[in-house]
């Protein structure tokens, strides 16, 4: 009870949220929906949302491939009534069947949050997972997912380090993301 009471009055300091654990992909899926990837990716859009053989529900794994044992998270979009590809739920991956993962290097989310086109895309492509047609015919709305994660990490002021990761790389390019250009994308 003397727990929940301090974490109740707020004396109780959470550790900061690290960049894609499950808090954060719940965050981000928040986010998707607040930006124009349900219409770009829905069925008005480019129908991204029944690609990949799947038909209304698509699953985003989305890691960070230089963390030594970091949790995978997960993001499921499906397709609301409208045809809208909306994000239903966003946490830790539950192991089961998956259309797309992307697992770029924490240096590269970082670098993708300021524009992400087609000559960045050679960057994503270890360990990438889905079909390449596809999502190089829908890369403008993938900059979009990269400029809402790294915007919700810098507004949050996430923890970007991890096990493997070049601490001092990958704040030199949180320092360069040009965040006039990341507002621009968000827009």
């Known amino acids: 009870m003397f727990t929940t009471l301090l974490i109740l009055s707020g004396i109780v300091n959470a550790a900061p949220a690290k960049l894609l654990d499950a808090d954060f992909a719940a965050e981000l899926c ?47 979009i ?14 830790a991956f539950d192991g089961g069947d998956f259309q797309w993962k992307f697992e770029p290097t924490t240096e590269q989310w970082a670098d993708f949050g300021d524009g992400f086109g087609v000559m960045k895309m050679p960057g994503i492509m270890n360990g990438f997972v889905g079909p390449y047609p596809t999502a190089a015919a829908n890369i403008s709305s993938f900059q979009i997912f990269f400029a809402a994660a790294a915007n919700l990490a810098l507004e949050a002021k996430v923890d970007w380090s991890c096990t493997g990761a070049d601490g001092d790389d990958v704040k030199d390019e949180i320092a360069s993301i040009d965040r006039k250009d990341m507002a621009n994308i968000l827009r």
């Not at 690609?51 to 044992?69: E, F, L, P, T, Y």
């Not at 499906?78 to 590809?85: R, V």
Request: with cysteine; hydrophobic share 35%.
């Open 30 to 76: 928040t986010r998707w929906n607040n930006t124009k990837l349900p219409a770009s990716l829905g069925r008005s859009g480019s129908a991204w949302v029944d690609s990949a053989g799947s038909k209304g529900h698509q699953k985003m794994v989305i890691s960070r491939r230089d963390c030594q044992n970091f949790q995978k998270v997960m993001l499921v």
């Open 78 to 91: 499906e397709a609301d009534a409208s045809g809208a590809a909306m994000c239903t739920s966003g946490g």
